[in-house]
């Protein structure tokens, strides 16, 4: 295991140039954490719901959406079409 010297310690030529190096971990630890949060199936699958809700009250269609839609609950479109209106 690697253990930090003071020798091996990394001198900054100014404070600007710590708080810079700083600054970008930071954004790029938070860039990360929006990233894995936003990026579960889940919540693509929520979306898609969504969407086609807001498309039908609008009387327009996806049919992809509706594919993604009718695969999560798995509901039968024939089944869909033949319910009375």
Known sequence: MHTATPEAAHVFASHQ??????YFEALNMLDSAVEARFSDPRLETLLTV???MMWSATG??????LEVVL???????ISLAMEPA
């Open 17 to 22: 140039d710590k708080v810079r190096k700083l």
């Open 50 to 52: 969504e969407k086609l």
């Open 60 to 65: 327009d269609m996806d049919e992809a959406a």
């Open 71 to 77: 695969g999560v609950y798995g509901v039968d479109r």
